[in-house]
């Protein structure tokens, strides 16, 4: 079992920055993901980074503005999130793909989630 604990949300003016963290317990290193969901929309990917750093992939209306990070001595990730919008407010979920090999971009190839944590962005 995989816990997944998400920190650093908030509320941040529009064109400001925020930096999220998430920690993964248990032994090994994984891929790891953001997935966002805003009321009465759909989970969306974020960003996603493979188990050594070598792969970091985005979604297309946060690539340029967000930037991922590991730390894997930490078992941790990090979501630095600049340029926000508006459109960038909901509720960050980290995600865990330990077992299924599956596109990380998809909610359905990860394993363990966390609670998610609320990013709220004024105009």
């Known amino acids: 079992q995989v816990q997944v604990v998400e920190s650093g949300g908030g509320l941040v003016q529009a064109g400001g920055s925020l930096e999220l963290s998430c920690v993964a317990s248990g032994y090994g290193t994984y891929t790891m993901t953001w997935f966002r969901q805003a009321p009465g929309k759909e989970r969306e990917f974020v960003a996603g980074i493979s188990w050594n750093g070598d792969t970091k992939n985005y979604g297309g209306s946060v690539k340029g503005r967000f930037a991922i990070s590991r730390d894997n001595d930490k078992n941790a990730i990090h979501l630095q999130m600049n340029s926000l919008e508006p459109e960038d407010t909901a509720v960050y979920y980290c995600?865990?793909?330990?077992?299924?090999?599956?596109?990380?971009?998809?909610?359905?190839?990860?394993?363990?989630w966390g609670k998610g944590t609320l990013v709220t962005v004024s105009s």
């Open positions: 995600a865990v793909q330990k077992y299924n090999g599956g596109d990380m971009s998809l909610p359905r190839s990860m394993d363990y």
